[in-house]
């Protein structure tokens, strides 16, 4: 097991050791892609880095292309993104958002279940057809790291909360492999991981350029399914809370540093 901030990666624009910058911070590191159903929340996530981003946190934007394709982004971003710079550009010409972007990666994707095949064109594949490409040591690690957690909770009796309204919230042990774009993974100020909220977490609103697509045709656009201002007041106010912990010095249960210090 290694820190998080240890792994080698570039940001959008080239420069090395990208995440060599963010030790001492907590972290939402999320990846992301343009234009598919998941990216209005780039609108809420930008929430966040505006009311908490300082010496103690950041959001980082991981790009990826493995859950792209014209049936899952639309427009000119049919075929998602060909670069980290795509997806940061797209954040920053939509949404306004100001968090730093690394280079385009390949994730950790799960095989496609065979009730979502608009997700993939087969197994391997992502939604344009394409191979996803050899998994990048960022989400391998993470892979690890979640695994680790969902054992040290066995091994301890943890038993964490199960009663919030979005189910979203009550899925703990995801995140070893991945199935959207917009996973969220809470990484503390060491570089391990905390927890992961499944991709639909803090989905406020539709896609801007769709939403303004579907208004042109005379279509209201609503809130996805399982969605509603409710569940997404929910989805922010635990995810804020989880965030301040951290950035007040919780650790990982994992994280060696806690270990040793007991």
């Known amino acids: 097991m290694k820190s998080i ?7 959008a624009e ?32 930008q929430w966040i ?37 795509d997806s940061k550009l797209y954040g920053e010409d939509v949404y306004g958002v ?16 065979l009730e979502a095949p608009w997700l993939g064109q087969g197994p391997g594949l992502n939604g344009n057809g394409q191979p996803f490409g050899e998994r990048h040591e960022l989400y391998l690690e993470i892979s690890e790291q979640i695994r680790l957690l969902a054992e040290d909770k066995v091994a301890n009796g943890i038993v964490e909360k199960t009663d919030y309204e979005s189910r979203y919230l009550n899925q ?14 809470l990484i503390d100020k060491d570089g391990y991981v905390v927890k992961h909220y499944p991709a639909t977490t803090l989905n406020w609103d539709v896609e801007r350029t769709l939403k303004e697509d579907l208004a042109a045709q005379g279509i209201w656009a609503k809130m996805g399914p399982d969605r509603s201002e409710y569940i997404f007041n929910e989805e922010n106010a635990v995810i804020r809370d989880h965030i301040e912990r951290l950035m007040a010095g919780e650790r990982s249960r994992i994280n060696p540093n806690l270990v040793l210090s007991n």
């Not at 972290?27 to 998941?38: D, H, K, P, Q, Y």
């Not at 995140?175 to 993974?185: L, R």
């Open 14 to 45: 080239g420069t090395p050791n990208f995440l060599e910058q963010f030790k001492g911070k907590a972290v939402l590191l999320i990846n992301t892609t343009v234009g598919c159903g998941n990216a209005g929340q780039m609108e809420s996530i």
């Open 172 to 185: 703990h042990d995801g995140g070893s492999m991945m199935n959207a774009n917009f996973e969220k993974y």
């Open 49 to 85: 880095q505006e009311d908490m981003a300082g010496e103690d946190f950041t959001v980082v934007a991981i790009p990826t292309n493995d859950f792209c394709g014209p049936s899952i982004t639309k427009g000119k971003w049919s075929k998602g993104i060909t670069c980290g710079m």
């Open 5 to 11: 901030y240890d792994i080698q990666l570039d940001s």
């Open 98 to 113: 100001t968090f730093p972007f690394s280079e385009m990666i390949v994730s950790n994707p799960a095989e496609i279940p």
